[in-house]
């Protein structure tokens, strides 16, 4: 019998070193994507942002939320306003928005955007083209002047990527 290559990774197989470095980086205010990225950095656990959830959840983790003050904001490194191509963190306390080097699966390009409350979310394009944003907090919604901000920035960026 061969092995699933559907199976998913529970937080019943991380060690208790894995589980207890987690909580660590859910309490310095890593988000579920952090996270994500993080387990394939330093334990080579190669999991999907739904696995990586459902990791969180079944762990009890309480994500952080950094507050403004606790943010730091990049300088413009290029002059163009925005400190990298790939990162948008405006000096006003609007929204930012950063694209992921890799992206999620099923994505053709990932990122996070941080919206002027303090709220992030995931967001992702499919092969199709459309759009899904995934907030770190159940049930939250972005004004929409905060949407429309995030999508003029995430368009600019995506221009600059070639999209």
């Not at 987690?22 to 994500?36: H, L, V």
């Not at 387990?39 to 994500?63: C, N, P, Q, W």
Request: contains cysteine; glycine residues 10%.
């Amino acid at each position: 019998m061969g092995s699933n290559c559907l199976e998913m990774i529970s937080a019943s197989q991380l060690s208790e070193e894995q589980k207890k470095t987690m909580a660590d980086w859910a309490a310095q205010g890593a988000s579920i994507a952090d996270i994500q990225r993080r387990l394939k950095e330093d334990f080579a656990l190669s999991v999907t942002y739904m696995e990586a959830r459902f990791i969180v959840l079944d762990l009890g983790l309480k994500l952080h939320e950094v507050s403004k003050e606790e943010k730091k904001v990049p300088e413009d490194v290029d002059g163009t306003g925005f400190p990298d191509a790939g990162q948008a963190a405006p000096a006003d306390g609007g929204v930012g928005v950063t694209i992921d080097e890799l992206a999620l699966p099923g994505a053709i390009i990932s990122g996070k955007v941080t919206f002027r409350d303090g709220q992030t979310a995931v967001w992702m394009l499919d092969q199709h083209g459309r759009p899904a944003l995934d907030p770190d907090t159940a049930g939250y919604r972005p004004s929409e002047e905060d949407v429309l901000d995030f999508q003029r920035q995430l368009q600019g960026l995506l221009q600059k990527r070639g999209f």
